[in-house]
């Protein structure tokens, strides 16, 4: 008997490593109690008013439960409790909100985090897979180049448009705002880009005058740069340099135009006329009267008064 008992020890070793290996092949199969996980977004920006400053975590249960519902660090330190010993029914999807902040409500620090999941009944704490990057940097914005300060936009080929070049130090999209309206969107993330204003709103050109326009960028995440103003620019179609004029009967109304047109044409009490010169000069109707002066161009104009009067009689001689 004592001769078999090597083969014996084998044997039971054998055995017990058999039951061990299929023990924990059944543990790999064993149903998960948590089905369904989704967490969204994977990357949060705490700190922007955004749609990415915070991230919904999303599950089911396989069997009621009692539920505790944590953030942990990539320790697995616990920062934030979201849901402390819940009764969840089984099927039904719940939802946890992430603000990206911890204990204390202050910022999370940037780094990776998690969603953990307390059972209680079941006596189990599973960590979700989804990570949560959370990033509060931003971005940096430099103004390379910005001009031309007045803009036509008569859609000439001349000053039409307005254009500011920039440069960001991360992925991140830029915006023009005009009046601090954000009315031109970057194409894309790239680090250095252009933007173009041709002087419309809604589609529609804007009315001449000073328009205050500034840059903002916004990373993947949502952390938004500091706005960088660019100044005034003033949208110009076609100015006149005067708004009134006094002049005798016939005499000469002269006014500088100020347009980047080729040519505009000009009205004046039923005369009208065409014209290049930076200095315009007509003549006056014969008849006293207030009359209205119209110089355009391109669908867009500008007015002034002309006011003819007879020269007063000057007092006859002693």
């Known amino acids: 008997m004592p001769r078999y008992l090597p083969a014996a020890l084998v044997l039971v070793l054998l055995v017990a490593t058999g039951m061990a290996f299929i023990y924990t092949e059944l543990l790999k199969l064993e149903t998960s109690p948590i089905r369904s996980t989704r967490v969204a977004p994977d990357l949060i920006a705490p700190t922007c008013d955004c749609a990415t400053r915070r991230a919904a975590v999303q599950f089911r249960l396989r069997k009621r439960d009692v539920v505790t519902v944590s953030i942990v660090d990539s320790e697995g330190r616990e920062v934030r409790r979201l849901a402390t010993e819940r009764p969840m029914a089984p099927l039904r999807q719940v939802a946890f909100v992430w603000n990206g902040r911890v204990a204390g409500r202050r910022v999370a620090p940037e780094g990776l985090y998690r969603a953990e999941v307390r059972l209680e009944l079941l006596e189990k704490t599973i960590t979700l897979p989804n990570e949560i990057r ?106 006149l340099g005067r708004e009134a004029i006094v002049v005798p009967p016939r005499g000469q109304v002269r006014t500088l ?62």
């Open 257 to 318: 135009v100020s347009t980047d047109a080729a040519h505009y044409r000009w009205r004046l009490a039923g005369r009208t006329g065409t014209s290049s010169a930076r200095v315009l000069e007509v003549r006056a109707p014969a008849r006293p009267g207030r009359y209205v002066l119209f110089v355009g161009a391109r669908g867009h104009g500008d007015r002034m008064t002309v006011q003819v009067r007879r020269p007063p009689k000057l007092p006859a001689a002693p």
């Open 134 to 239: 959370v990033d509060t940097t931003r971005p940096k914005l430099t103004i390379r180049r910005a001009g031309p300060r007045t803009i036509s936009p008569d859609d000439d080929g001349r000053a039409d448009g307005f254009a500011v070049s920039y440069a960001v130090d991360e992925p991140a999209q830029a915006a023009l705002r005009v009046n601090g309206v954000r009315r031109v969107l970057g194409n894309g993330t790239r680090g250095r880009g252009r933007l173009e204003w041709f002087g419309l709103v809604d589609g529609r050109p804007v009315r001449a005058g000073p328009y205050r326009l500034s840059v903002v960028a916004s990373d993947v995440a949502g952390n938004r740069s500091r706005a960088v103003a660019l100044g005034r620019v003033r949208v110009r179609y076609v100015e």
